[in-house]
């Protein structure tokens, strides 16, 4: 049985109950959060814990900033860590599953001049596997997960497969460390998502989908019987979020999704 939620920004609706009124009334079971920089998520926290006591199931959060903490500038990957931690414990406060983040953003790529990075890939590994330690360390003492996100080549230059992500994890050796995939991101780096998803299983903690344009699923050209047979196969049991952008009518396009995953799922 998939259980799947849709991040807060797709959903209509002023507060989180509104919102979590047409999740469920659209099939979705939960809705994950959105995590901004400069402490905002957990400003929130009024907010989140008047939603939890009107019973809103939010399991995750995304990040949602402009640095992270694979950031070549030291001040810059110091906060990142902070507000990842941050992130962590508000979502243990609301008895979430854990957050999501990638190693960076937007920072570079060797597919776009001037393709060499200002950081050797030693240095990058070193950071990535500081960054992991201390975050995942954070995670374990709060009781949550930690979810690293391979982007695709164009969108990061470090961590873009999952088996890229699973050598970390293994070698920072913490279970509060695991893998959350993407399918828009898996459609552009793994030459077969299927075997990527079977062979990464042990270490995938979360998922979030999209199609092969980052449209709603079933917007593009994913074979999701595939793709979901696999998580299927690998025993994984966490929700699918939908983290897209929407084609169509917004509200429709949202409502299409349930529907739409629960069918390619058979």
Not at 38 to 59: C, K, T, W
Not at 132 to 142: C, M, P, S, V, Y
Not at 163 to 183: H, K, N, T
């Amino acid at each position: 049985m998939l259980r799947l939620a849709c991040q807060e920004q797709l959903l209509p609706g002023d507060t989180l109950q509104a919102k979590w009124d047409f999740a469920q009334a659209a099939g979705y079971d939960a809705i994950e959060l959105r995590g901004k920089g400069d402490f905002h998520f957990r400003s929130r926290l009024p907010e989140l814990r008047a939603a939890l006591a009107d019973g809103v199931v939010m399991p995750t959060v995304c990040v949602d900033m402009l640095h992270f903490f694979g950031a070549f500038d030291d001040d810059l990957r110091r906060d990142a860590v902070e507000q990842m931690k941050s992130q962590l414990s508000v979502i243990a406060e609301l008895g979430g599953l854990g957050a999501q983040t990638p190693a960076s953003y937007g920072m570079f790529s060797r597919r776009l001049p001037p393709f060499e990075p200002p950081r050797t890939e030693a240095g990058d590994r070193e950071v990535l596997l500081a960054g992991l330690a201390e975050l995942g360390e954070h995670a374990r003492a709060e009781g949550v997960t930690l979810f690293l996100e391979p982007l695709n080549r164009y969108e990061d230059h470090m961590v873009n497969r999952l088996e890229q992500a699973v050598d970390l994890i293994r070698e920072v050796g913490l279970d509060s460390v695991r893998v959350g995939i993407d399918s828009y991101h898996m459609n552009i780096e793994e030459a077969d998502p299927s075997a990527a998803i079977i062979a990464a299983a042990p270490y995938i903690g979360h998922a979030q989908v999209s199609d092969s344009n980052r449209f709603q699923p079933g917007a593009g050209h994913l074979d999701w019987p595939a793709w979901l047979g696999a998580l299927q196969a690998a025993g994984y049991e966490g929700y699918l979020a939908a983290e897209c952008r929407l084609a169509g009518d917004p509200l429709q396009a949202v409502r299409s999704v349930p529907g739409f995953l629960r069918r390619a799922a058979g």
